[in-house]
């Protein structure tokens, strides 16, 4: 096996684990305690925040931000500027005005699971589940779990039908 290929411009943390023949692009930045499994490609400027698990075999391309509480299972594809997100209530200060810590919010997760695809400029809300192979159309807004081969689309997405393995319409909502 290869070795993981990282572009100087790149910014990993020695504590981040990249797997074999993995490459990661110009100025992407891998945070601490990240798991990147083999085979994967980071594309440009792509963020992976602090314990953020991506299993083999992912493309994620450009300008993609992936928020920690995210896990994201083999095989999934993530087109440029997507952003997996991880707070229901995002606000910078709390309700006495003070600037808010780590401590004054909640991680509200997300799993993408295997073989799924997201399109370019999706966004997906906290608290949510991507099923097996499913396909998200581009510009879409994830509000809502989304089912295995389920093909979803819109702003909030919605099932518009459903796809095989290799991405297919096979039939009709």
Not at 52 to 81: L, R, T
Not at 114 to 123: K, L, N, P
Request: aromatic share 6%.
């Amino acid at each position: 096996m290869e070795k993981a290929y990282i572009h100087p411009t790149a910014d990993v943390s020695k504590d981040a684990k990249i797997g074999s023949n993995t490459k990661v692009w110009h100025q992407c930045q891998v945070r601490e305690n990240a798991v990147i499994g083999d085979n994967c490609i980071i594309g440009k400027n792509v963020y992976i925040d602090h314990d953020v698990k991506i299993c083999s075999n992912v493309k994620i391309q450009n300008n993609c931000s992936i928020y920690h509480g995210c896990e994201i299972e083999g095989g999934v594809f993530i087109g440029p500027h997507v952003c997996l997100t991880n707070d229901k209530t995002p606000r910078a200060i709390t309700g006495n005005g003070t600037l808010k810590e780590d401590k004054d919010w909640e991680v509200n997760k997300i799993l993408v699971k295997e073989g799924a695809s997201i399109g370019a400029g999706s966004v997906l809300l906290p608290g949510i589940m991507i099923g097996e192979f499913a396909m998200i159309g581009a510009g879409s807004v994830v509000t809502k779990n989304v089912p295995d081969h389920a093909l979803v689309y819109g702003n909030p997405a919605k099932i518009e039908g459903y796809v095989d393995k290799n991405g297919k319409k096979v039939k009709d909502k």
